[in-house]
Each structure stands twice: as C-alpha cells, then as structure tokens.
C-alpha cells in the first residue's frame, strides 16, 4: 500500500506556473506507475498525465495540456511532480496525484490516491 500527499497548488493568473508535488510513502514506488488527474467544479474526474515507473515512458491523456504540463518523478525522492506552464482559467480544478500497479498508462486508472491540492487560475 502507498499514501500519496499532494502538494504546490495556489492561485495564480492566467500564463503563470505551478509545480505539483506528489510525496508517496513506503519502498515501493517505484513499483508504481504515477498519474495526475484533475476534477473542475460541476465535472468528472479526468485522466491528465501518466507515467511509467522507471520514468522512461509519458502518456498525455488531455491534448490541451501537451506542451504545456510536464509530468516527471524521482524514485530516490519517492515522488512525481507536475509542472504547469501557460496555465489557463480552464484549468482551475482540484488535481489528484494516483498511484497504479497497472502496466497500461493509456488505460491508466488509480489503485491509491491523494487527497488532492486545488489550482486556481485567474483571468
């Protein structure tokens, strides 16, 4: 089992940045693939990012944060990040760091989760 605790959310204007964090417990990260998903008021859940264990492999689920979100880990840190550039009032949401034993990342679906950290973007 992993606990994940997110972290860097805030309120920034339209065209800034933020860096998510996602600090996961235990030895067994790098066992894990890692995934960001995002949940805006009034909508699903949404699958935004994955990433395979060791790092080598990136999957984009959401075509309008390619090139602009950058998903990234540090097994000796046990932890992923999620950088943000050119972030838009659309992307306002709470984002969920997951944790998954899945081999798929196109299909990929949390088996952990983290409490999640909200981004607010201003227009």
Known sequence: Q?????SGGGLVQAGGSLRLSCA????????????????APGKEREFVV?????GGVTYY????????????RDNAKNTVYLQMNSLKPEDTAVYYCAASQSYSLSRYS????????QVTVSS
């Open 2 to 6: 992993v606990q994940l605790v997110e």
């Open 24 to 39: 996961a417990s235990g030895r067994t990260f790098s066992s894990y693939a890692m995934g960001w998903f995002r949940q």
């Open 50 to 54: 994955a990433i395979s264990r060791t």
């Open 61 to 72: 689920a959401n075509s309008s944060v390619k090139g602009r979100f950058t998903i990234s």
């Open 110 to 117: 949390g088996d952990y989760w983290g409490q999640g950290t």
